[in-house]
């Protein structure tokens, strides 16, 4: 008998040499039901892993974001199986599981077409009908490329090849199909009892322009079909919100051909982001943060010294200075660093809290980008802490409730994960456990659930994302704080300690809204363009019923305006009904409709955006119910 501790800390005596789902069925014959994969001393693996020795295990079920995956990629193996059925000639490449569901990179003679994606994902049903049982196994090298070739999937071919020597190279076989894959799977495709083709797009063979464009069909699946019914309904709701049409449609922002990936803002549009960048100053200020601005292009030693020559080089810009190579910042944290050199510092002095608002550049592939969520230009809320190794829980515990004092602001619900040191991390191991223990640490004391992300922190440093959770349900990546001892040491950053000698600082590198132009981007699909009062282009819109009530509406317009409102007046001579729609087509949050009886009172008749007609009101009551909403930044 063997000992398995479970994850909620019992322990359970099972016979050794049973695989993990017949521990599972043991467990509860439910939980079997629903598992789609296992973490066996906290490594993923199959169901059909075999445990012959003592270990911690946890089940993993569709409700685990490493279960989705398994169950996504299984998906993914379907859709490959059908399409071999129906386009033999087609060859395959890769298809993971992602984010929302699977895809799979196909290269074929013809590109698939609408009727071609119905016919594939039927053929999906019937495998999923067929209840085809998932087998592992593991061939060495040669065997392995003889596999592929037999196969004549020339593209697997390549994949082991490139694989290093002596790593374990697995299949996985279901009914007449058999695919390259390190897994973990499902154990059976009857468990994909919902699916539905998204879309299919080009993609590149590597993501290389170079390379044969490929077809990458998209595809979704879920236990069961109320799910696949609710995941539908939210991408309809994704596509009202679209951030891109909404854009174009409230005249906020836009990107043209002539410059893939920078964005254009109008007026309108730097309302918002004029109200977003305010709202960031004074926040920062009451957190005790100075301001500073970097310049956007500096030579390519600092590059090399801070390592993103080595590391980041491929997603930079360069230009040629005075026969000098320089590059356009892709980040905001050698300038700071040089920025901090440019004196000798106390600990008196520490922490120092220092933001910028600063413009970057990075070399995203054509094909990544998507409006104001992936561009090639963008605005980080940087801000970088100077400090001594003593002082880093207070600091990254009040970055905390700083980046979560932001998102309440918004009505973002949010999850947390800490990502490790990548591989190519640039540091010392004891460095490494340092850093990535104080996160731990201070998260843990605060008593916040996180996730681990092994290896997707920065290369000088292990780092806490926030993913917001917007009002249909989907996660976004944007706050960051990142603990750094790599940098100071590579630009030899000191401080003249209470001992009178010199010492290395520790600096946090830390953004809130990530991107101001992603978190536009967001703040509209949230908002569906219905922005709250603060950040409305537009507060209030007047609506004169006749030409005779002009003179009092531009009154009005005055007297708003003057006490800080943004206010648009409609002189046309069209029908007031006909104003009131396009103003709530416009998505104005208040309309001030105006006649004879309340030019004669002075009065105003308030139509709200979000509650209908509220009446008639003092203009005084009403300047001062708006001030109110703006002032404690109402998001109702």
């Known amino acids: 008998m063997i000992s398995i501790t479970l994850k909620d800390q019992s322990v359970r005596q099972v016979e050794a ?9 043991a467990i509860s014959p439910a939980l079997a039901k629903e598992a789609c994969a296992a973490k066996l001393n906290g490594e993923l693996c199959d169901l059909r892993t075999v445990v012959d020795a003592d270990c911690a295990l946890e089940i993993l079920t569709f409700e685990d974001a490493q279960g989705k995956h398994a169950f996504w990629h299984t998906g993914s193996h379907v859709l490959a199986q059908a399409v071999k059925r129906l386009f033999p000639e087609a060859k395959l490449t890769i298809g993971p599981a992602i984010d929302n569901g699977f895809y799979y990179d196909i290269d074929t003679p013809e590109p698939f077409t609408g009727e071609d994606l119905e016919k594939i994902e039927e053929e999906m049903r019937k495998i999923v009908k067929e209840d ?8 060495p090298r040669g065997e392995a490329i003889a596999l592929a070739q037999k196969m004549e999937e020339p593209y697997k071919v390549i994949l082991i090849e490139e694989l290093p020597e002596g790593e374990e190279i697995s299949f996985y076989r279901q009914g007449d199909f058999t695919d390259l894959c390190a897994g973990p799977h499902l154990m059976r495709t009857g468990a994909l009892r919902a699916l539905k083709l998204l879309n299919v797009t080009g993609a590149y063979w590597k993501a290389d322009a170079n390379n044969k464009m490929l077809q990458r069909v998209y595809g979704i699946a879920f236990p069961k079909k109320q799910q696949l019914d609710d995941y539908l309904t939210m991408l309809e709701e994704a596509k009202r919100r679209d951030h891109r049409r909404l854009g174009r449609e409230l005249d906020l922002f836009a990107l043209f051909d002539e410059g893939p990936g920078f964005p254009f803002f109008f007026p309108k549009g730097m309302v918002i982001r004029n ?25 390519e030693e600092l590059w090399h010294r801070s390592g993103h020559w080595d590391h980041y080089k491929e997603n930079m810009y360069f230009t040629t200075i005075d026969d000098g190579t320089y590059a356009i910042k892709p980040m905001n944290c050698p ?40 561009v090639r230009c963008f605005t980080q809320d940087d801000a970088h802490i100077f400090m001594t190794e003593e002082q880093i829980p207070q600091e990254i515990a ?38 990535e223990d104080a996160l731990r640490s201070v998260m843990e004391q ?5 996730v681990v992300n092994p290896g997707d922190g920065a290369f000088y440093g292990p780092k806490i994302d926030f993913h917001l959770k917007d009002c249909i349900g989907r996660t976004w990546q944007c706050g960051t704080i990142q603990l750094d001892y790599q940098m100071p040491e590579r630009f030899d950053l000191t401080y003249v300690g209470a001992d009178g000698e010199k010492h290395r600082p520790v600096m946090i590198h830390r953004v809130a809204f990530g991107s101001i132009e992603r978190f536009i981007g ?10 709250p009062a603060w950040l409305a282009p537009v507060q209030v819109k007047l609506i004169p019923i006749a030409d005779r009530h002009h003179d009092y509406a531009a009154q009005l317009e005055e007297r708003l305006t003057n006490a800080g409102f943004r206010v648009e007046n409609d002189l046309r001579s069209e029908k007031m009904g006909l104003k009131i729609r396009e103003a709530q087509l416009a998505k104005i949050p208040y309309m001030l409709v105006v006649g004879d009886r309340e030019a004669e009172q002075g009065e105003v008749s308030v139509r709200s955006r979000a509650g209908g007609d509220l009446g008639a009101m003092k203009v ?3 300047a001062a119910m708006l001030r109110e909403e703006i002032d404690t930044k109402s998001i109702k």
Not at 522 to 531: D, K, N, P, S
């Open 335 to 374: 300038g700071g660093m040089l920025a901090y050199k440019r004196r000798m510092w106390s600990y008196k002095d520490l922490p120092m809290r220092v933001g910028e608002l600063g413009l970057v550049h990075r070399h995203e592939l054509s094909g990544a980008l998507h409006g104001l969520m992936r």
């Open 620 to 622: 005084d009551d009403f």
């Open 132 to 139: 085809l049982p998932l087998e592992r196994f593991v061939l």
């Open 446 to 450: 605060r008593g916040m659930d996180y």
């Open 275 to 299: 109200e977003l960048e305010n709202y960031w100053r004074d926040l920062h200020r009451k957190w005790g943060y100075e301001e500073i601005k970097t310049p956007m292009i500096l030579n």
């Open 17 to 25: 040499g049973q695989p993990i789902i017949a521990i599972a069925k």
């Open 522 to 531: 967001i703040l509209t699909e949230h908002f569906a363009g219905a922005f």
């Open 398 to 435: 009040g970055v905390i409730e700083l980046i979560d004092s932001v998102y309440k602001v918004f009505g973002f619900e949010y999850h947390v994960e800490l990502s490790t040191c990548p591989e190519d991390f640039i540091g010392t191991e004891e460095m490494r456990r340092t850093s």
